[in-house]
């Protein structure tokens, strides 16, 4: 069973960084597309990175792009978030999520939609607050 960890998440002011991760065990696929998404109250779960590790071919939510940085390591299993310039509106609980690929073309399309629903295997978050 694909399980999945996120931390590093904290209090930050606006215009400081944070960079969680997202330990993952029990891979047993040839690839897989792991997502970052967040929550805020009130708000539906968005897509805000995905990284596809076929390729390592990355998708950004345009409210992220060039601020926020998907990567990883592959050695050991972790997927990281770097977070930069961060926003009050950047504030929720961020997860990282996982899905099993096939080819490339289901890999990048996954990562552009970013679905919640295209993704089976889950984290159970970590709190990022943005303010002074």
């Known amino acids: 069973q694909l399980q999945l960890a996120e931390s590093g998440g904290g209090l930050v002011q606006p215009g400081g960084s944070l960079r969680l991760s997202c330990v993952g065990s029990?891979?047993?696929?040839?690839?897989?597309?792991i997502a970052w998404f967040r929550e805020a109250p009130g708000k539906e779960r968005e897509g805000v990175a995905c990284l596809s590790t076929n390729d390592d071919s990355t998708h950004y939510a345009d409210s992220v792009q060039g601020r926020f940085t998907v990567s990883r390591d592959s050695a050991v299993n972790i997927v990281y978030l770097q977070m930069n310039s961060l926003r009050p509106d950047d504030t929720a609980v961020y997860y990282c999520?996982?899905?099993?690929?096939?080819?490339?073309?289901?890999?990048?399309?996954?990562?552009?939609?970013?679905?919640?629903?295209?993704?089976?295997?889950w984290g159970r978050g970590t709190q990022v607050t943005v303010s002074s």
């Open positions: 029990g891979f047993t696929g040839d690839a897989y597309n």
């Open positions: 999520a996982a899905t099993e690929v096939r080819t490339i073309v289901q890999a990048v399309g996954k990562c552009i939609l970013m679905d919640p629903a295209d993704n089976e295997y």
